[in-house]
């Protein structure tokens, strides 16, 4: 039997001629690929994706920058950690400053000094998500399906209205009313100039009918080609610029039959790479990953949008997610949560009053090399900012590293007896472990 370690050849970095010559200034290489535990190939695998402000080995895990920051880190802090890339919100900065502001800044890296790559999201999660008021999740819990296809959350005002040629939305900052399509979102996307941006498309939620999802799919689709039709007629028109590469969004919910109608027909079309987006359940997220990861071309890299807790993780590598995202780092260091090998825990409990020991025994990050949970505990109880820093630093160099671990693993060939020693610590150490 083979033996975990033996793993196929790297492929061949199989470039067709590209439909547009610019492409070829973005590129992805599969290197080592995952071996099941009997040996036989599987979905998972290292690769490498070049983009004009350098490359990123995947598995990665990309930070979150919404608004063209990682919340509370310095950028220098942000690559010192780890991070190789930073994903921004198309949705957010074209309302605030306006994409032209980071136009004129010579694009999102430069206006935030940030020199590695960058993503943006198309901003069609946020314009129709904030739009219904429902919190559209990837890992939402499943609710009632037979919902009607309009439902706005309780005590919502429903914000955004979807036509098939785009979507009109109210902004959830002063009210003011807006129109994003495909050839709107991907102007916008040149304008704030990530080096990898998403197509625009219709994000839907579990509670919508398959009726509408089929319907649904089908203007994703249409947006898809007017995307890359905008995106090409942009890229000559600002010839000056660096190639921005753009991936399709896959949706289908969690729909087999769908999702890999999406993944043939987007996979057909000359995108760089792909997104892996919507509604999903958690305990589907591996299964509809591999689908997607089975129909798409092996040779484009594959990012699944938003996850939320460590095993998706292992789940989203293991069935050929190549990067993806997760805004809680950052987000539960403000409530003064902190990860450790052994599961999420909360700083403001008493027993840590006077622990001089750093967040998690053995970590190498700024914060626990040089500062004590009992000094950050007292930094969160005065209400001092510096607490968010120091703890986001900490989590955000957490999930990095552990998806850096899992690259080497998978090169290394150790990749499932890793995962099974990871994942045993970190929820067997946490009666009630917390996601993220
Ligand atoms: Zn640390």
Known sequence: MSSLSETQAPAAAVQATPAHPRQSDFSFEVGTRLSNADGSPALGRTGVIR??????????????????????????????????????????????????????????????????????????????????????????????????????????????????????????????????????????????????????????????????????????????????????????????????????????????????????????MEFDGFGIGGALEKENLGTIVGWCSQELPENKPRHLLGISEPDDIFTAIENGADTFDCVSPTRVARNSAFYTPHGRFNLSGSRYKSDFTPLAEGCECYTCTNYTRAYIQHLYKSKEILSHTLISIHNEYFVVKMVDDARQAIEDGTFHEMKARVMAEYYAGNPDPQGL
């Not at 983009?51 to 010192?80: Q, W």
């Not at 198309?122 to 009607?148: A, E, N, R």
């Not at 902004?171 to 979102?185: A, C, N, Q, T, V």
């Open 51 to 268: 983009t004009p402000h350098g490359d990123i080995k995947t598995p990665a895990f990309i930070a979150v920058g919404t608004k063209a920051t990682v919340k509370a880190i310095l950028p220098e802090a942000v690559a010192e950690l780890g991070a190789q890339a930073v994903l921004a919100n198309a949705y957010h900065l074209y309302l605030q400053p306006g994409s032209e502001l980071l136009d004129a800044a010579g694009g999102l890296g430069k206006f935030m000094n940030w020199p590695l790559p960058t993503f943006t999201d198309s901003g069609g999660f946020q314009v129709m998500s904030l739009g219904s008021g429902f919190k559209k999740v990837i890992d939402m819990k499943s609710v009632d399906q037979s919902g009607p296809d309009d439902a706005v959350a309780p005590g919502k005002e429903r914000l955004a209205n979807v036509d098939d040629d785009g979507v009109w939305f109210k902004s959830h900052l002063d009210g003011s009313k807006h129109r994003f399509s495909p050839e709107i979102s991907m102007r916008v996307q040149h304008e704030i100039g990530a080096d990898i941006m998403f197509a625009f498309d219709e994000l839907t939620t579990l509670q919508n009918s398959r009726g509408y999802q089929v319907e649904s799919l089908e203007r994703t689709r249409l947006w898809a080609e007017r995307c890359i039709t905008e995106h090409f007629r942009l890229t000559d028109q600002r010839a000056g610029k660096e190639y921005q590469a753009l991936f399709g969004v896959i949706q289908g919910a969690q729909y087999e039959d769908l999702r890999r109608k999406a993944c043939q027909d987007l996979g057909a």
